[in-house]
């Protein structure tokens, strides 16, 4: 699962305990600060470590170095320890800390820098997270430190004062600080040693009452909605109260704290005036101290309803070409719109269909033919019914120019898997051609009762989850197996068209021994390992059976690949099962800390893989095995600091990938037998747009959310590039640790070669991924993106990862290569060359069919916020074009018509933010 920085999915808001030291010290502008401890001679409270990823050396009961008490030593070491970070912050992301911004003014702390320290000026201290304040320098806090000797800089304890306001904060809340350990370029390796004491968080009171602004008043085009935004300036809860001659109704919100506020003021009656009274409450430390509260009045008058039809411009046609025009109108309130139109002698009528309201309207009409006369009629309605007609009437050129070129070489052609059309959930939508039984639950999945281990997404607790979340009936909770079987069958449901199965096989050591008592397992007693969990053996070595004893202290991986084999797999024949070794083993210590708090190794991890590999393939000879399943770059790279994997070790075993290739063709020649049949990674992506937000997903303290503005959205629509294309570098960390002239990530040709040069043979697959934007248009757009990049690249196998709630729009996107008729219409099995002239703006993947003569199929992806002519050379095969499009707010394809196609090139209109699929044949 997502795992970088760690937040699990699941982060609910706790009660706060708190302590108060009073001491006297000023800020200015402040009255004497009181103080919060987090840290003295151990953490208070709801604080801990919090790295990430974790540091070789973190101890946080050391000896104070020349002082009494307690201090956090930590100590950066070697190579992998560079873009670490030492971290304070939740020692449970399930009850963590939150402090707000308008009583803590001040983070402070004691410092000793150690006498072996390298490269101290390399600590950034970061609040919260990358990108949500200034980032300073650990040493510009320490003043005069440039002007210091050796002899004054080590050896001394110096007090850390960190002015949040000086930060400039983005956010009004926080429950992390850390000290990250960046490299400068100077090939000198940044190993700064030091000691951390008496940290804590320097408050005041806030007396002052929040101000409040009436940031807009949105009227519903029906007149009975009204749509409020209140701004604060600091965070707040709210109520408001409204009504016509009282404040009869009420709305609130006592437990999301933010500076902006929506409210939605319903039920209303047009032609009346509602008043409201907006109350803000802000927060405070004291739980005995009564919130400072604002209250604004006002009113709003709402205009009766229209019982007139609409006025209506007369409909102007613009940009005529040989293919398109863009028809243009305004009406005098919000319409909605269609308009049907037919080629002059021609028989299929055409339509264009706005939902929304809006009084100004370009509309782009494209699919037509040059030198061609379309009549039709333009129908607008207002929300209240009313109706107002007009004929329309436009003649096209006879020829069309062409913003963006795309060649295509259908001699140039490689088959497109099966597989990469896969998700990790909404099994059975017929969308989905390959599913994944997989994340962070299957790790300690213990297949005879169905008990599984939460790890930290969920107080690493044992309990009965997995059939719980998939619907398993509750009387077959401890059928053995039953969690895979019954997803499985939801994969291979008759509703839809998978083909295939990627069952997860624990090979950490231990799987969950029973569901319960809830809770982290670690407070049953030091023995947890021995009492709720089993311990996993490779081979039982007696008789299989398919209902095992649950009764032993084992859970033998043979017999359970003997039950997929004889149990699941007949029950789905022509599909395929296939097995991932585990997840995300390079992270294993920090998603299931009580049965493994350490790092792996190269050795370890892949002993186990061979090992697990060689049970899987004698139990079940035609199995296709995917690993090592990394979790992301540094995963890939240094298995995130395998302690056999940095500094001098690093030097001589190298790249993990590498390492594991290698490895694992040891092991065929040592086995007689291919043991690893796909290299399977993780790909989450880093990227961020100009002013540092992440293109994907991010924890924002409550939930898994993403950011739709447009620079995040016109970073997203490029994020996919990395995937494939070596002119392409984003703005993340990990261009900065690629040599320089490799600095475009470029994944899948670059793990490609490494498979050529280390396991020629090996297949490659990318069973997690997201770009974000779920619940927007650039979500779909930039999946869409992946989904032609797989298989022009030759992927494998590949499965989307749902991050936030349902995701339509990345539904969608599957949607547009497999059912986009909304029956069984498909992307062709062959794919064919298409080089785009500016992949900046489009991309085209092109494929043929290989069970259907003459029939070609193009998802053509407008990723500009201008429509483009697109111009398709080459084209395979002639007869009639039909086109299905996604773009808006439409989250199912929507056919759009049919146009003739007589010739080898055909020119498209695609609208901004687009994805078009076209159908010739």
């Known amino acids: 699962m997502y795992a970088r920085p760690w937040p699990p999915k699941i982060w609910p808001l706790a009660r706060l305990c708190l302590w108060f030291w009073l001491l006297v010290a000023t800020l200015p502008g402040h009255a004497a600060l009181g103080y919060i401890p987090v840290y003295d001679s151990g953490f208070v409270g709801q604080w801990g470590i919090n790295n990430w990823p974790p540091v070789a050396v973190t101890d946080p009961n050391a000896q104070a170095p020349g002082r009494s008490g307690k201090a956090i030593e930590v100590r950066f070491s070697g190579q992998g320890n560079l873009w670490k970070a030492f971290g304070i912050g939740p020692a449970d992301w399930n009850n963590p800390p939150v402090y707000y911004l308008n009583e803590v003014r001040t983070i402070e702390f004691d410092v000793y820098i150690a006498a072996d320290s390298v490269k101290t000026e390399n600590l950034q201290f970061i609040f919260e997270d990358g990108g949500y304040a200034d980032m300073h320098r650990l040493v510009d806090f320490i003043p005069g430190w440039a002007d210091m000797t050796a002899d004054q800089r080590f050896g001394h304890w110096f007090h850390i004062r960190v002015n949040l306001a000086q930060l400039h904060p983005k956010i009004f809340r926080f429950s992390r600080f850390v000290l990250w350990n960046i490299d400068d370029g100077t090939g000198i390796v940044s190993e700064p040693h030091f000691y951390v004491a008496a940290v804590k968080l320097g408050w005041t009171p806030d007396t002052k009452p929040p101000v409040i602004k009436l940031g807009s008043a949105t009227l519903s085009s029906t007149y009975d909605q009204l749509a409020l935004v209140f701004k604060t300036n600091e965070a707040t809860l ?13 709305v609130q919100d006592l437990q999301n704290w933010g500076t902006a506020h929506k409210v939605n003021l319903t039920g209303l009656t047009p032609g009346t005036t509602v008043r409201y009274r907006f109350t803000a409450l802000d927060h405070r430390i004291d739980p005995q101290a009564t919130p400072n509260q604002s209250v604004l009045e006002g009113n709003y008058v709402l205009p009766p309803a229209p019982t007139t039809p609409p006025t209506l411009s007369t409909p102007t046609a613009t940009g005529v070409e040989g293919h398109k025009i863009t028809l243009k109108w305004t009406t005098d309130r919000p319409c909605t719109a269609e308009l049907s139109f037919q080629k002059q002698g ?63 070489n259908p001699a140039n052609r490689k088959p497109i898997s099966p597989y990469i059309y896969g998700s990790n959930q909404n099994h059975g939508a017929p969308q989905y051609t390959f599913g994944r039984l997989g994340g962070n639950r299957w790790t300690a999945y213990n297949w005879e009762n169905n008990a599984s281990n939460a790890g930290v997404d969920y107080l690493n607790e044992n309990d009965d989850y997995l059939p719980w979340v998939e619907g398993v009936p509750a009387n077959q ?8 079987s019954y997803e499985v069958d939801k994969v291979f449901a008759a509703t839809g068209h998978a083909e295939a199965v990627l069952v997860t096989v624990p090979i950490l050591g231990y799987v969950a021994a029973d569901k319960g008592p809830g809770g982290d397992v670690a407070d049953s007693g030091p023995n ?21 004893d649950t009764a032993d202290p084992f859970v033998f991986t043979d017999e359970y690949i003997n039950w997929i084999k004889t149990v699941v797999k007949p029950a789905h024949p022509g599909k395929q099962v296939f097995y991932s070794l585990d997840n995300e083993p390079d992270i294993w210590f920090a998603s299931h800390p009580r049965i493994e708090p350490h790092q792996e190794s190269y050795d370890s991890l892949c002993q186990k893989n061979q090992a697990a590999a060689e049970t899987i393939k004698t139990v079940d000879p035609n199995a296709m095995v995917f690993g090592f399943v990394s979790y992301g770059w540094y995963g890939f790279t240094y298995l995130q600091g395998a302690p056999d994997g940095g500094g001098s070790d690093h030097a001589s075993k190298g790249d993990f990938t590498e390492y594991y290739l290698d490895r694992m063709r040891q092991a065929e020649t040592t086995a007689g037998k291919r043991l690893v049949d796909v290299l399977d990674l993780h790909f989450y992506t880093e990227a961020k747009s100009a002013g540092g937000s992440p293109v994907g997903y991010y ?59 280390h396991y020629p043979g090996t297949k490659f697959a990318i069973t997690e991924y997201n770009y974000g934007g779920g619940n927007h248009i650039s979500g779909a757009l930039a999946e869409a993106d ?60 092109a ?33 009639t074009a039909r086109v299905y499009r996604l773009a808006g707010t439409a989250t199912t394809p929507v056919y759009m018509g049919s146009v003739p196609v007589t ?12 994805v078009s699929t076209l159908e010739i044949r």
Not at 238 to 250: A, C, I, K, P, T
């Open 238 to 250: 709210y109520r408001l109260e409204y009504g016509v001659n009282d404040y009869s109704h009420q």
């Open 786 to 845: 992946a989904l032609g990049i797989f298989g022009q690249q030759g992927v494998f196998a590949a499965t989307r990862w749902q991050m936030g709630g349902t995701e339509p729009f990345i539904e969608a996107a599957f949607l547009m290569y497999r059912s986009f008729d909304g029956k069984a219409a498909n992307f062709g099995d062959i794919a064919l060359d298409a080089q785009s002239a500016d992949v900046t703006k489009v991309s085209v993947y």
């Open 528 to 548: 947890y390992l021995q009492t709720r969990f089993k311990q996993v053996d490779l081979e039982k070595n007696a008789p299989f059976t398919t209902m095992p």
């Open 699 to 757: 924890w924002d303290g409550s939930q898994m959310a993403t950011l739709n503005t447009p620079e995040v959205v016109a970073a997203r629509l490029q994020a996919t590039r990395s995937l494939w294309d070596a002119g392409y570098v984003e703005n993340s960390w990990i261009p900065g640790v690629l040599p320089e002239g490799d600095k475009a990530i470029r994944l899948i040709p670059r793990m490609k070669a490494k498979i050529d040069a």
């Open 847 to 879: 494929s043929v069919d290989s069970s259907v003569a003459g029939r070609s199929v193009f998802v053509a992806i407008n990723r500009s916020d201008k429509a483009q002519d697109v111009g398709l050379q080459g084209l395979p095969n002639q007869g």
């Open 346 to 408: 021609g028989a299929e009528t055409l339509r264009r269909t706005l939902t929304d309201f809006a009084t100004a309207r370009s509309l782009l009409i494209d699919l037509l033919e040059p030198s061609a006369a379309y009549t039709g009629t333009l129908k607008v309605t207002d929300h209240f019914g009313n109706q107002a007609s007009s004929a329309v009437a436009f003649t096209t050129k006879a020829g069309s120019s062409v913003d963006v070129g795309v060649t295509l």
């Open 903 to 914: 010739k080898t090139q055909l020119v498209v209109a695609l609208p901004p933010m687009s």
């Open 477 to 484: 909770y401890n059928v053995p197996g039953r969690a895979v």
